[in-house]
């Protein structure tokens, strides 16, 4: 009887009767399967099980997924794309265990002859810096400007730590640059420890400890160095590059930790109103294209990218908006640095006036200068312009490193203030909230504590 109550109260019955054989059976197959979802089964590598996830069939640049499954084996710090040349995901499954089988028993030249023969006479090329570079850039779907970036800060961290600091560093004209990249590309990752580069970050820190303003710069600098340089060496692009390279391990930046960050809270120490009058009075009339590239940091919010290949006809000016866009002169920062602008009628018709006095212009913002293409893209057409721009505006007080880039933080920090965080992030089209809020208080309202009112003045 007692039996029969703990059988009735493990599986819920519709009779009275006593389970039957058959269902203590079905019962016992349904308790052994509960069990099983709750306990991970795991398989040896030699298992065609366990490479059953592992196969996939990979996508071409185009888009279009190949009909065979293929995998990637690593072992020992070697990593490879096998082709398994079959359609059946157990088949392929089986012959990834046997190739990884045969990499294991027999070594990768055996199993690359045995089931990659096309690559078994291809000699790995030298993992140089130069190597890694080409190869990271060419897997990476990045903009052209950011592996620029990427690249550039690889190339200042492995010179600095390898010691290469040629002043013809910056000797363009006479082939100094390119002699020095020369020299940086050629060194072999092997040669790159991140223990090396550990002691690199702390040499740069401990050099400028004396300085607190120094030394906040430089944790910006080191912090954005290996920011940028670790990108080379994303999860999503080593893969590719191993195809073409073999990467040493531990990877230069393995286990190399950014410093914690100097606040970046923009505290605004200047009148943009006071700022804005003297520009009307100073520049409109004497040097418009100043005024404009003024008036589209400080009211627009404009980046300098932004200004430099800024096109008329973004402008809709029936409806008072400026539409930052992609172009054919220019790509954003990202995707979501594009967006519209809000135009008051007075900048509506300063900029509808400045159309009208030259209606065949194309760019925004005159200058001789024509949109360069290929490496030279990053140079800005109106560099001459922003210079004078920056120079008027140390006169007037604004003593940044980057007086031009503090308009745009001016009037981030003045629509926080008057509208909040989330109206000013999208003002300046920030990709994340989180971005605006590190940067600028929200300061909607004037907040001071009433327990204490009249206590200072004497009166209560």
């Known amino acids: 009887m007692n039996a029969k109550i703990q059988v009735k109260t493990r599986v819920p019955a519709l009779f009275d009767a006593s389970l039957s ?63 398994l040349f079959t359609a059946n995901k157990e088949a ?9 089988t045969q990499i294991v028993s027999e070594g990768w030249e055996a ?18 810096v130069g190597a890694l570079i080409a190869a990271a850039c060419a897997a990476s779907t990045a903009r052209k400007h950011s592996l620029e970036a990427y690249s550039k800060a690889f190339r200042r961290v492995v010179s600095e730590v390898a ?31 991140p223990a090396d580069v550990q002691a690199w970050k702390n040499r740069r820190l401990r050099a400028v400890e004396s300085d607190p303003l120094a030394k906040r710069r430089a944790i910006t600098t080191v912090n954005s160095l290996i920011r940028n340089a670790k990108a080379l060496f994303g999860k999503k692009v080593l893969p590719f590059v191993e195809q073409k390279i073999t990467i040493p391990r531990p990877l230069p930046f393995d286990e190399v930790g950014m410093e914690k960050g100097p606040s970046l809270r923009y505290v605004s120490k200047v009148d943009a109103y006071a700022i804005l009058a003297r520009a009307r009075e100073e520049l409109d009339e004497n040097e418009p294209e100043a005024f404009k ?22 402008f809709d000016f029936s409806r008072g908006l400026l539409h930052v866009e992609n172009t054919e ?18 900048t509506a018709a300063l900029f509808k006036g400045f159309r009208d ?22 140079c800005y057409r109106c560099n001459a312009v922003f210079e004078r721009v920056n120079e008027w505006l140390r006169v007037q007080g604004v003593d940044t490193m980057k007086p031009l880039h503090t308009m745009r933080k001016e009037i981030g920090s003045i629509i926080a203030s008057e509208y909040g965080i989330f109206e000013a992030s999208r003002y300046l089209r920030h990709s994340d909230i989180r971005i605006t809020s590190a940067i600028y208080a929200d300061k909607k309202k004037t907040v001071t504590p009433k327990a204490f009112v009249g206590l200072l003045s004497g009166s209560v």
């Open 21 to 83: 054989d058959h269902e203590k059976t079905l019962e016992d197959h349904i308790s052994a399967q509960q069990v099983h979802s709750r306990k991970k089964v795991t398989h040896p590598k030699t298992s065609k099980f366990y490479w059953l996830d592992k196969v996939k069939k990979p996508t071409s640049s185009t888009g279009g997924v190949s009909p065979h499954y293929g995998v990637q084996i690593k072992h020992q710090e070697r990593r490879m794309r096998f082709p």
């Open 92 to 100: 392929a499954a089986a012959l990834a265990s046997r190739i990884w």
């Open 293 to 314: 590239v003024l008036i589209l940091a400080l009211v627009c919010g404009l980046r300098r990218s932004e200004i430099d290949h800024l096109l008329w006809r973004t």
């Open 329 to 346: 002169f220019h790509q954003l920062k990202s995707e979501d640095s594009a967006g519209v602008i809000d135009l008051d009628a007075d």
């Open 357 to 378: 006095r030259n209606p065949k212009s194309l760019f925004v913002i005159e200058s001789p200068n024509a949109p360069r293409a290929g490496r030279q893209a990053r």
């Open 163 to 193: 010691g290469i600091q040629d002043g013809r560093k910056f000797d363009a004209f006479k082939g100094g640059t390119k002699e020095w990249r020369e020299r940086v590309d050629a060194v072999p990752l092997a040669s790159l420890l």
């Open 111 to 128: 199993a690359i002859k045995a089931h990659k023969p096309q690559d078994a006479n291809k000699s790995p090329e030298t993992a140089t």
